[in-house]
Structure formats: C-alpha cells, structure tokens
C-alpha cells in the first residue's frame, strides 16, 4: 500500500494559465517527487480531466521529435486549464528504466531495434512503469470519476481495476518523420490506440 501524500504547494504560472504545483513523495525531503500541476478550481466530485504523463526529460524539456512526449504534455496543460483538470508528472523516465538506459536504448535503435526490443536487449521489460502512486495521488485529491486523457490501455486497465471509473479521451499528436516508426511501434506491439497520428 502506498504512503505517498502532498507534502507542499504552491502556485504556478504558465503560459497556459495557473496552475496549483502540488509535490508528492513518501520522504518530506525526496528531491525527485512526483508533481500535480491541478487547475485551481477543478471539482473532484465531477468527472475530472486527468493526464497521467511519465516524465521524458529528451522530449518534454528539449522538445526531441524522437517521441510525442513534449507534445502531448503541452496538450494536457492546454486541456487542464481549459476544462478544470490537472496533470500527473510521474517520475518515471524512459517508460521507468532512467534516463541513461533510455539513452543506450536510443543507440540501438539507431542501429535498427525498435523501441521495444532495445529495451528488452537491455534487460528490461518492454515498459516498466507502474501506476499505484498515481492512482493513491488520485484517491488523495478525492477524485472517483476521471476523464483519462491518454492512447495507452495498460493505463485504462489499471485505474479501472483500482475502483476509479474511467473514461478515456485520446490525446493523439500527428507522427512526424523522426517518431513515425515509434509510434507504429507502440500501435502495433503495445496496443496504443492510435487512429489519427499515423495518417500518411
């Protein structure tokens, strides 16, 4: 069971507007917590728009086209801010295996391994997130009924088997040159349900 609660907030401009910055870790002095970034009067008794999104410091900081991540993070900002919801920033880079090994895993696909098996050659499942924490920062907020923003069904399945009700809203980026074959990748080995991005 998890012990994860708040352990401070503040609140935080951004171009899309401001959003309440929430830090969330088991350790008062954990320097790598997970992050809320929640519209100031979102109604945890409503249906809320959610966005569970796992760190990527390539795309999300340096805007990489190797992956969609920096976009669809910008999307789910726009979209909070827009309809009362808030955004989940797990700390859990490279689908969980680090940022070092998700780097040593990009050298193998530029020598031809798909995004899955580069993980799996370096010995480690094909995505090692898991999502309990998120879904104990959930239930903390009071949430019960979340609009899902995500393309991913392990995390359907896994706020759906934890007794929040859920309804998933896609959050699809249009493939570019650079991250077509990964978002192929996830369509056709993880099931990501991708109905638009891969248009050619």
Request: charged share 30%; hydrophobic share 40%; net charge negative.
């Amino acid at each position: 069971m998890s012990t994860i609660k708040k352990q401070v907030e503040a609140v935080i401009p951004t171009p899309f507007g401001s959003f309440n910055m929430l830090a969330f870790s088991d350790d008062k002095d954990e320097k790598m917590p997970h992050i809320v970034m929640a519209h100031p009067h979102f109604d945890a008794k409503d249906w809320v728009l959610v966005r569970l999104h796992s760190e990527c410091f390539t795309g999300d900081l340096f805007g990489s086209k190797r992956c969609d991540c920096g976009e669809q993070l910008e999307r789910a900002l726009e979209l909070a801010m827009q309809q009362q919801g808030l955004v989940v920033y797990l700390r859990q880079e490279g689908r969980g295996i680090g940022i070092i090994n998700k780097l040593k895993a990009y050298n193998l696909q530029d020598k031809g391994l798909d995004t899955i098996d580069a993980n799996t050659h370096l010995g480690f499942e094909p995505d090692e997130r898991t999502y309990e924490e998120a879904i104990a920062i959930l239930k903390s907020l009071g949430l019960s009924k979340i609009k899902l923003l995500t393309n991913n069904p392990l995390k359907v399945e896994a706020l759906n088997t934890s007794g929040l009700e859920v309804e998933r809203v896609p959050l699809e980026i249009a493939a570019q040159k650079e991250n077509f074959a990964y978002l192929k990748t996830k369509k056709d080995k993880m099931g990501h349900m991708l109905q638009n991005s891969l248009r050619e």
